[in-house]
């Protein structure tokens, strides 16, 4: 293996530094362990604290605006711009800042398992957990590869340098800045593992969809033993993770995924899991995924033990674990499948209006990808307790540098291409909104899953929503016919009606930011009120 010295020199890092070149995942637990940044749970696995930061922050990530993304990024919203100026100011603090160490912990890796897409990454770091991170969620070369090894793109990473937001551009002392023209993610002031992977997610939304022609989703994807591939999209409480997690199926990844003329890729190389609530009962693989090699990040033991309490907020209501891809028994090696037969929308509906399955037009699915649509149960503060709306463009807004029309015209043209069944998964409430009805049974939803993915809805009888429009299953095996139809299910049928029409208010109301950059096809899919 031979170490990129004279490269990472170039880059203005100092030659007196101690370079940790390409660590083992033992080499890595044993220096934090030593440095006191961790401790080790019952299990072996290595639990860390990310310091102030315990989530993303999306309004401090920025995109410098240039000659390449000056008129190809959807600017405003997520995709916020920063003079070129302050990006080659802030690098070059940075890597003045990391000169004053000893040490810094240099890793070759790379995104996309599919190589005719492969992103060879060089990541640079402040210290050794971080480091670990891009050691499982990023792809692995072999020893071979890395002989001559060359970074498409750089991430540098130093938690403890901080902005100066007055001089240096930024909107406080942390930030995450992409730079297209310099193929470099510089980051600051935020010790959250999560900025890098997203960083990078990032730039595959606009590399891909934008030079490649190939679909980038936030997704998980799985692939059944004949090779048919089923991709899950969802935000966060849909149930994303769980449904794309069966036995009887091989995991091509959790998280994102490329879709190209011939195929499904996954771009990780690991899995960045939640573990609020974990429990063996319910998520097995994940569970059983904490152990020697995975990095937990702000959690709690109880008192006296190293047993993590996982329903323990204390610190975040985010807490989570990255491990490699195959800590998980049925992950697909190569994380590469054939293309989708079916593709599903899942959404927790907390109003308790949408089917619990329906299956969509092309029109409706890119209505329905833009909108991103999920409705979670608001807090309890002043004894509010009503669902909230919540819309995420193509179901993950944040990290979408282009317009969400332009993803939402390329899965239509593979939909139709390919001919591809997409069903919206409601696994929310039923019989009435939260606190009057009641959550969809988990054995129901998985059962219409498992008839969707094997064609048993095919020849079924279908009925069309009176609002959204969707065609509803008027049977489905192991699935009681009484709730296929969500109106059917409230006691009072007039305030369903009231319902379903002021969330389809909803629906529109949000979509009006995005009607001038679709076509008509999608337009006519809206709700009708």
């Known amino acids: 293996m031979i170490q990129p010295t004279e490269k990472i020199k170039a880059l203005g890092l100092s030659e007196k530094l101690n370079v940790h070149y390409q660590l083992s995942p033992e080499e890595l637990t044993e220096q934090t362990l030593t440095k006191g940044q961790g401790v080790l749970n019952d299990t072996g696995a290595l639990c860390i604290d990310t310091g102030e930061f315990t989530g993303r922050s999306p309004k401090d990530k920025f995109i410098v605006k240039d000659s390449i993304t000056e008129n190809t990024i959807d600017w405003g919203g997520f995709n916020t711009p920063i003079d070129e100026k302050y990006f080659l100011q802030l690098k070059s603090k940075l890597i003045n800042h990391l000169n004053t160490k000893n040490e810094i912990w240099v890793r070759d890796a790379y995104a996309c398992a599919d190589p005719n ?22 792809l692995r070369p072999s020893e071979n590869e890395l002989d001559n090894f060359e970074p498409d793109w750089h991430i540098i990473q130093a938690p403890e340098f901080k902005a100066v937001a007055s001089i240096d551009g930024t909107r406080q002392h942390n930030f995450a800045i992409v730079s297209f023209i310099h193929k470099m993610i510089i980051i600051g002031g935020t010790g959250y593992t999560g900025e890098m992977k997203k960083g990078i997610f990032t730039i595959l939304n606009y590399i891909l969809p934008h030079d490649k022609k190939v679909l980038s989703m936030h997704c998980s994807a799985n692939m059944g033993n004949d090779g048919d591939v089923a991709v899950f999209f969802g935000l966060s409480g849909t149930g994303k993770t769980t449904l794309s997690a069966d036995p009887n199926r091989k995991l091509i990844g959790d998280d994102e995924h490329g879709w190209t003329n011939n195929s499904v890729f996954n771009f990780e190389g690991g899995c960045y899991a939640k573990t609020i609530d974990l429990s063996e009962d319910k998520e097995p693989e994940i569970f059983h995924a904490i152990r020697p090699g995975a990095l937990v990040e702000n959690i709690t033991f109880f008192p006296g033990t190293k047993q993590i309490d996982f329903s323990s907020k204390q610190i975040t209501e985010n807490t989570r674990v990255s491990y490699p891809l195959d800590f998980i028994s049925n992950a697909l090696e190569p994380s590469i499948g054939g293309l989708p037969k079916n593709v599903f929308f899942l959404t927790c509906d907390a109003y308790g209006v949408l089917p619990p399955i329906s299956k969509l037009s092309p029109g409706q699915a890119m209505y329905q990808f833009i909108s991103g649509y999920t409705a979670k149960v608001a807090g309890t503060e002043a004894g509010v307790k009503e669902p909230q ?34 069903w919206m998964i409601n696994t929310g409430w039923s019989g009435g909104a939260y606190g009057v009805g009641s959550r969809m049974k988990l054995s129901y939803t998985r059962a219409m899953i498992t008839a969707a993915l094997n064609g048993e809805l095919d020849d079924v009888e279908y009925e069309v929503h009176p609002v959204f429009g969707m065609m509803m299953p008027k049977t489905c095996t192991d699935v009681p016919q009484n709730i296929l139809h969500p109106r059917y299910t409230w006691a009072d049928r007039t305030a369903y009606d009231s319902t379903a029409k002021q969330l389809a208010e909803l629906f529109v109301k949000n979509f009006e930011k995005y009607a001038a950059g679709v076509n008509a096809e999608i337009l006519a899919a809206a709700p009708k009120i």
């Open 117 to 138: 897409h492969r992103l060879n990454i060089r990541v640079i770091n402040e210290n050794a957990w971080s480091n670990l991170f891009c050691y499982n969620m990023f």
């Open 389 to 422: 709306a919540t819309f995420s463009a193509c179901f993950g807004a944040p990290f979408l540098p282009l317009h969400p029309g332009y993803y939402a015209k390329m899965l239509g043209e593979k939909m139709k291409e390919h001919n591809v069944n997409v």
